[in-house]
């Protein structure tokens, strides 16, 4: 991926290389690469007609030129997969909702050459996704097939059901696979898509190619994803939790057999999500990455049960793009210091007898740009917080970085708030730190990869003790001696807006704020965001039985509080903390009189960083303000 300055968009491309790194070139415009079994043709997706949309292609991988487009559909397709015979490609795309027949109005027919408004758009359920032009679209995500050859899709599942899990999707996970005589597919999905229902709830389905018939595979109600087809086809690897009443529960691994039977759990004592999940070619192994104390990592375990083995170091972060049949994988490599390469670790050697695996770098496609470039440290650091918390951070500093002088210091927090900080490379810390600054970041209580007890310890109280995790963890960099106290700065997006505008109103100590597309008021929030029901898990009632714990946990509330000088910054189109947010919280700042500016980013969703132009703004305004 590459910047394109003229378009000011990102642009890709798939590069082609064999298995030691030779021969690495170009191969053709697009993303989201897929084999098919034969390893003779790739089918991906990349700008096609209509319209410069995104589509589906195919290309011979013996061929010159350009590849074949297969489909030219007015939605957007994902989750590509082969069938094991190569005549057909499953993909998955939003099916818009019908209205409701039964909603009729009497209206006059528009006189002749009437110029009338368009007709309102008619929301009657509680679940929709966002359309390319920003507007909540009613509809839910079906799986197609259609001829590797090109061709009209066939749609398979139909009705108010959705396939894929709705908010919480595992990294590095495909919503379906396909059984090896191509006849059926197993797939994650929702049951009902209008019920008002707990937002992480999904099970696994088997399809019927021939008639699109639907059998539910997991009796239990909970959450189910990322279904994987054994080798042999007998047998379904998978993520997934029992249902309870929790904000955040780690994944377990689990087996069954392909028509439902014999479910078992295959990851003993881990605590940790699985994602990326690979079987052996003789079925005995699984392999699979996890996030895990702010690395992402490679485990095995046997597919019979086991505790997991880690199998990469325990720090950076590696992500599988793929498994060969003898056990070559292909994966993504990051460290502190190391932006993303692709690297060939050859798991059938070592990987099954639990050995750490040599990892090979193939490709160093950033190597130009940092030659004689001097990047700043990372350094991990542990604090203890309330109740003896053990909370994981690190501290970026600058190039030539000296502890007996001082430094300002910005905290950065991180999303979800189900989520985690990595040792992967950071440009954003890295450009903070080459402009003089030293950069604390953490993964407090309610983050992940430490397990379930530490990820739900926010349920009910958030934001509540990660705050008092970063605060702990202020205090401690505090105490070594180099940070300017009057030049501390704090900010966050998403979750981080919401910790960050939290921060502000329990201490005056931080000089400026970036209040980043933040949640600021949790009542209001649920009638405006495309995830009304996230708020379900953190508050015992409904605000309109209990609204005082609703008011003690929004930002808003302690706004009087505030003295900190704070830009908020949020995408026009943003609807999973919408614009109604910032501006609330803008208003509330200026009318008490603190210093406050709100950016408004032109055409941009949630992060304000879809594209380059907005990226780099966002950084240059933040280092501004402060």
């Not at 704070?566 to 903390?577: F, I, N, P």
Request: proline share 6%; aromatic share 12%; glycine share 10%.
């Amino acid at each position: 991926r590459w910047v394109n300055q003229q378009e000011d968009r990102w642009e890709s491309a798939l590069w082609i290389m064999n298995a030691d790194g030779s021969r690495n070139r170009f191969f053709t415009r697009g993303s989201s690469a897929m084999w098919s079994r034969d390893g003779k043709r790739v089918a991906y997706l990349a700008e096609g007609e209509p319209n410069k949309s995104t589509q589906l292609w195919t290309r011979y991988v013996d061929a010159a030129g350009d590849g074949t487009q297969i489909t030219r559909l007015t939605t957007t397709p994902a989750d590509i997969r082969w069938s094991p015979d190569g005549k057909w490609i499953g993909f998955t795309s939003l099916v818009a909702a019908t209205p409701n027949p039964s909603w009729k109005i009497d209206m006059p027919a528009t006189p002749k050459g009437g110029k009338w408004t368009d007709a309102p758009r008619i929301v009657d359920r509680l679940h929709f996704k966002q359309d390319r032009r920003g507007f909540m679209e009613l509809g839910n995500t079906h799986l197609f097939v259609v001829s590797a050859e090109g061709g009209t899709p066939r749609q398979l599942t139909k009705g108010d059901w959705s396939l894929g899990a709705r908010f919480d999707q595992l990294a590095g996970s495909v919503a379906y696979d396909w059984t090896p005589d191509g006849k059926r597919i197993i797939a994650e999905g929702l049951r009902d898509s209008t019920a008002d229902m707990n937002y992480r709830d999904a099970s696994l389905f088997m399809i019927d190619v021939a008639t699109g018939d639907v059998r539910q595979l997991t009796p239990e109600r909970g959450s189910w994803q990322a279904p994987v087809v054994s080798p042999d086809g007998r047998r379904v690897a998978f993520a997934g939790t029992p249902y309870g009443n929790y904000s955040y529960r780690a994944f377990d691994l689990y087996v069954m057999d392909v028509d439902g039977r014999n479910m078992r759990m295959v990851s003993k004592d881990f605590d940790r999500d699985p994602q990326d999940v690979y079987w052996s070619q003789d079925g005995s192994t699984l392999w699979f990455t996890a996030q895990n104390q702010g690395a992402t990592q490679l485990f095995s375990v046997p597919s019979a049960g086991g505790t997991p083995a880690r199998l990469s170091p325990a720090v950076g972060a590696i992500s599988l793009g793929g498994v060969s049949r003898n056990g070559v994988a292909a994966a993504i490599r990051t460290a502190p210091q190391l932006p993303p390469d692709v690297v060939r670790i050859d798991l059938a050697t070592k990987g099954k007898r639990n050995a750490m695996p040599d990892v090979v770098q193939l490709t160093r496609v950033n190597e130009d740009v940092l030659a004689g470039v001097k990047l700043a440290d990372v350094k991990e650091l542990w604090v203890t917080s309330t109740g003896g918390a053990k909370v994981q951070g690190w501290l970026v500093t600058p190039p030539g970085f000296d502890a007996g002088k001082k430094y300002p210091l910005i905290m950065e927090i991180h999303g979800g708030p189900h989520s985690m900080y990595g040792t992967g490379f950071n440009y954003s810390f890295q450009n903070f730190a080459a402009n003089g600054y030293v950069v604390l970041y953490t993964n407090p209580r309610g983050s992940t990869g430490y397990g379930s007890a530490f990820g739900n310890a926010i349920e009910r109280r958030y934001p509540g003790v990660d705050y008092e995790d970063l605060m702990a963890a202020v205090d401690t960099v505090v105490k070594r001696g180099f940070v300017d106290t009057q030049r501390m700065y704090v900010g966050g997006c998403s979750g981080g807006g919401v910790l960050s505008s939290w921060v502000i109103g329990h201490t005056n100590r931080f000089a400026a704020a970036a209040v980043r597309c933040p949640v600021i008021n949790w009542m209001s929030f649920i009638g405006q965001t495309d995830v009304p029901l996230f708020t379900q898990n953190f508050f015992a009632k409904p605000f309109w039985e209990d609204p005082k714990p609703w008011l003690e946990q929004s930002s808003l509330m302690y706004v009087g509080n505030v003295t900190t000088p704070t830009v908020v910054m949020t995408g026009e189109l943003d609807r999973r903390t919408p614009m109604p947010q910032s501006e609330e919280y803008y208003a509330a700042l200026k009318m008490r009189g603190v210093p406050a500016a709100l950016i408004r980013f032109e055409g941009e969703y949630h992060g304000t960083s879809s594209r380059p132009s907005n990226y780099i703004r966002t950084q240059l305004y933040m280092m501004n303000w402060y």
